[in-house]
């Protein structure tokens, strides 16, 4: 290798893709514009500079973007022509800005679920606008989401995208319906427990499947179509996806308010992490052990459970 792809190897990750970052940002707050008042602050409350949350689903995408050849900006141009000649040559933006409004839905339907007061380290929008408003506003970016599929003209992409729209519905679902079946099922006296393999389904619809088929969507839109190529990238979409939930999960347990924008504990007190308890080879016991401690701790029933 030469010197300059060494250092290619070790620059930052969000740094390589941050001009592309920064446009899909600029980018989808006027793509959220809605025309009623209410509306429209509800629709952008999550695209506010400040409240855009970590951005993992656009860097990765657009990493993967670059990896097959889609162009990186060379520099931010601004205004309308630019952003029309942009979304001409760049479909792997629009993914971006797609999986971002879906994600975003999905988090201020979540946020009324659980009745959530923090999300991003601001205060949740059901907590700002209501119930209401907050359902509206996710009903409208899908919509915004579905608008800007379609201009993209493949039927494929649609497909892939509205499915994983219905995993994250499915994930949801199972997620709330978690802890009352495995509990009837299991007669645990702990509820927030359940199999490894529901875990692993569940995260994979709820979190990892966003991710795999929006990468899988910019690897058609560049004519990677060729199914070893395809296995791959919907495979390390998943393991990414998979990986970044148990990390999360993790964090709920050890991460503090600040780091988290959001109380910790939060998860497990609203019923959202499982813990697993299964026969894992070693490697694997550092992850999973970290909750189930710390769960311990602060549950001390849970004692009996894992003695059992
Ligand atoms: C309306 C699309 C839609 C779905 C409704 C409520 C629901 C069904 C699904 C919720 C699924 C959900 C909240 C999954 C969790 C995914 C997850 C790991 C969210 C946190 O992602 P981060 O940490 O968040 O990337 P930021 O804030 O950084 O973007």
């Given at each position: 290798?030469?010197?300059?792809?060494?250092?290619?190897?070790?620059?930052?990750?969000?740094?390589?893709?941050?001009?592309?970052?920064?446009?899909?940002?600029?980018?989808?707050?006027?793509?959220?514009?809605?025309?009623?008042?209410?509306?429209?602050?509800?629709?952008?409350?999550?695209?506010?500079?400040?409240?855009?949350?970590?951005?993992?689903?656009?860097?990765?995408?657009?990493?993967?973007?670059?990896?097959?050849?889609?162009?990186?900006?060379?520099?931010?141009?601004?205004?309308?022509?630019?952003?029309?000649?942009?979304?001409?040559?760049?479909?792997?933006l629009?993914?971006?800005?797609?999986?971002?409004?879906?994600?975003?839905?999905?988090?201020?339907?979540?946020?009324?679920?659980?009745?959530?007061?923090?999300?991003?380290?601001?205060?949740s929008?059901?907590?700002?606008?209501?119930?209401?408003?907050s359902?509206?506003?996710?009903?409208?970016?899908?919509?915004?989401?579905?608008?800007?599929?379609a201009?993209?003209?493949?039927?494929?992409?649609?497909?892939?995208?509205?499915?994983?729209?219905?995993?994250?519905?499915?994930?949801?679902?199972?997620?709330?319906?978690?802890?009352?079946?495995?509990?009837?099922?299991?007669?645990?006296?702990?509820?927030n427990?359940c199999?490894?393999?529901?875990?692993?389904?569940?995260?994979?619809?709820?979190t990892?499947?966003?991710?795999?088929?929006?990468?899988?969507?910019?690897?058609?839109?560049?004519?990677?179509?060729?199914?070893?190529?395809m296995?791959?990238?919907?495979?390390s979409?998943?393991?990414?996806?998979l990986?970044?939930?148990?990390?999360d999960?993790?964090?709920?347990?050890?991460?503090?308010?600040?780091?988290?924008?959001?109380?910790?504990?939060?998860?497990?007190?609203?019923?959202?992490?499982?813990?697993?308890?299964?026969?894992?080879?070693?490697?694997?016991?550092?992850?999973?052990?970290?909750?189930?401690?710390?769960?311990?701790?602060?549950?001390?029933q849970?004692?009996e459970?894992v003695?059992?």
């Amino acid at each position: 290798q030469d010197g300059d792809s060494r250092s290619q190897e070790h620059r930052d990750p969000f740094e390589l893709v941050a001009d592309d970052l920064s446009l899909v940002a600029d980018r989808l707050r006027s793509m959220v514009a809605a025309e009623v008042p209410k509306l429209a602050s509800a629709a952008e409350y999550f695209f506010k500079v400040g409240a855009e949350g970590k951005k993992f689903r656009p860097t990765v995408l657009l990493l993967m973007a670059s990896a097959l050849k889609f162009p990186l900006s060379e520099s931010r141009q601004g205004g309308v022509l630019s952003i029309l000649a942009d979304k001409l040559r760049t479909p792997h933006l629009n993914i971006a800005e797609i999986t971002e409004m879906i994600h975003v839905a999905s988090l201020l339907h979540d946020d009324v679920l659980d009745d959530a007061d923090t999300r991003r380290g601001v205060s949740s929008l059901n907590l700002v606008m209501g119930n209401k408003l907050s359902v509206l506003a996710g009903d409208f970016l899908l919509s915004r989401a579905c608008v800007a599929l379609a201009a993209l003209g493949n039927t494929e992409v649609v497909s892939l995208m509205a499915t994983a729209v219905e995993h994250l519905v499915t994930g949801e679902t199972m997620q709330i319906s978690t802890s009352r079946e495995q509990r009837r099922s299991s007669g645990m006296v702990f509820q927030n427990i359940c199999s490894m393999d529901y875990y692993l389904q569940k995260t994979y619809y709820k979190t990892a499947s966003l991710i795999s088929n929006s990468c899988k969507a910019v690897a058609i839109l560049a004519g990677h179509t060729a199914e070893v190529s395809m296995l791959a990238l919907t495979n390390s979409g998943s393991m990414q996806g998979l990986a970044f939930q148990l990390i999360d999960d993790v964090l709920d347990f050890t991460g503090t308010s600040a780091s988290l924008g959001k109380g910790s504990l939060s998860d497990i007190r609203h019923n959202r992490v499982e813990i697993i308890i299964v026969t894992l080879d070693k490697k694997d016991m550092g992850i999973i052990t970290a909750p189930i401690l710390y769960a311990m701790e602060e549950f001390p029933q849970l004692n009996e459970v894992v003695d059992q």
